[in-house]
């Protein structure tokens, strides 16, 4: 599997709003964006996420990115060894 291809299935298969609530953040709907308290500046409500985009960005920090940044930031882990992260977690989903 080529990483292009992970990447798109990492894209239709994890939500990025749901990863943020996994790592506890308190993501809430406000008006049209998603918004909790930032895990980099833990500004409160400053962290935005498009969750159709997967994408996110802190309006306090200017932290932004998609799940694999968003991931590979809160784990301290490579662009690789995240893609290698998010590809066991939709396996073990799939097992
Ligand atoms: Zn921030």
């Given at each position: 599997m080529t990483t292009d291809v992970k990447l798109d299935l990492i894209n239709k298969r994890i939500s990025l709003a749901e990863t943020a609530r996994e790592y506890g953040l308190d993501v809430h709907r406000e008006g049209y964006r998603m918004v909790c308290r930032?895990?980099?500046?833990?500004?409160?409500?400053a962290f935005s996420i498009n969750d159709e985009q997967h994408l996110f960005y802190c309006f306090a920090c200017k932290a932004s990115g998609d799940t694999i940044d968003f991931v590979g930031r809160m784990e301290k882990k490579n662009f690789g060894d995240t893609i290698d992260t998010l590809m066991a977690k939709i396996q073990v989903e799939d097992a």
């Open positions: 930032c895990p980099f500046c833990h500004k409160q409500n």
